[in-house]
């Protein structure tokens, strides 16, 4: 098994940019696909964008398209999400994930393993 530790989290105001990270231990992060979630208050877990190491495949949902970037250090075990041009509707708990099979999902469901969340807060 993976623990995830998530980092980075914090207020930043509309249009700046925040990177946040994900740091494995228990096994080498490279073996697992790993996904970022978000969820906000009141509201279902989301999908936010999923990396498989093998090729670098990425896969992000439609509303962070063009603002984020996930990516991974192997050699560190550490997984980030770079974040850009953060709107309010960004704010959230974001969670670190992470799935045996080197397939690119985006429901929750998919994912066996979990960070405890790191809170972004975008101001209006």
């Known amino acids: 098994q993976v623990r995830l530790v998530e980092s980075g989290g914090g207020l930043v105001q509309t249009g700046g940019s925040l990177s946040l990270s994900c740091a494995a231990s228990?096994?080498?992060?490279?073996?697992?696909?790993v996904g970022w979630f978000r969820q906000a208050p009141g509201k279902e877990r989301e999908f936010v964008a999923a990396?498989?190491?093998?090729?670098?495949?990425?896969r992000y949902a439609d509303s962070v398209k063009g603002r984020f970037t996930i990516f991974g250090d192997s050699d560190k075990n550490l997984a980030y999400l770079q974040m850009t041009n953060l709107k309010p509707d960004d704010t959230a708990v974001y969670y670190c994930?992470?799935?045996?099979?080197?397939?690119?999902?985006?429901?929750?469901?998919?994912?066996?393993?979990w960070g405890q969340g790191t809170q972004v807060t975008v101001t209006s």
């Open positions: 994930a992470a799935r045996t099979w080197p397939t690119v999902e985006t429901t929750a469901d998919q994912y066996e393993y």
């Open positions: 228990g096994r080498t992060f490279s073996s697992y696909t």
């Open positions: 990396f498989r190491w093998v090729d670098d495949m990425e």
